[in-house]
């Protein structure tokens, strides 16, 4: 009989400490490094700018990218993954500004852009460093073509993605 009741009081703890972490969890912690990365997120929203947010794991970058998603609805975030190539991307992004996403990547890119341009969004990418060259491409060329903001957040290995091979992929970031 004890070893049931152990077992029961070892389940109790462990639900009590999934209800305390989901707490913890759930609650936006406005960090210094939090609030400069909503300052830069507001800088690039308001002027149209491409601005990049980076640094290691942990630091808060992806609940930072949500809260400011949250707060701000004409904000579009894409959270990506090592799957994504651009025709993905633009498929995510055209779901995410309500075009519906038929014909190739060009014919979506300019649905897109017809659709943003002066729209004054901001487009969020998180774990940009994933992207292609060639996916990074459209996206310097839809803030080309729109003048929205772009936020590419990631780890470090982002810079180095963002030179490309030529070192101009993205000459002008902030």
């Known amino acids: ?83 994504y190539n651009p025709r993905v991307l633009l498929h995510k992004i055209a779901e995410n500004c309500g075009v519906v996403a038929q014909g190739g990547n060009h014919d979506v890119f300019e649905k897109i852009v017809e659709k943003l341009d002066g729209s004054e969004r901001l487009l969020i990418i998180d774990e940009a460093e994933l992207l292609s060259t060639r996916s990074l491409e459209f996206v310097r060329r839809l803030h080309d073509k729109t003048q929205i903001g772009v936020v590419l957040a990631g780890m470090p290995r982002l810079l180095v993605n963002l030179r490309g091979k030529s070192g101009e992929l993205f000459s002008s970031i902030w």
């Open 1 to 83: 009989m004890q070893r049931l009741d152990d077992k029961v009081a070892e389940y109790l703890a462990r639900q009590d400490q999934k209800i305390l972490k989901a707490h913890y969890n759930s609650q936006f912690v406005s960090t210094l490094a939090a609030r400069k990365t909503m300052d830069v997120m507001q800088y690039a929203h308001t002027e149209g700018k491409i601005v990049v947010v980076y640094g290691a794991a942990g630091l808060g970058k992806t609940a930072t990218l949500k809260e400011y998603a949250a707060r701000y609805p004409s904000s579009m975030l894409i959270e990506t993954d090592p799957g």
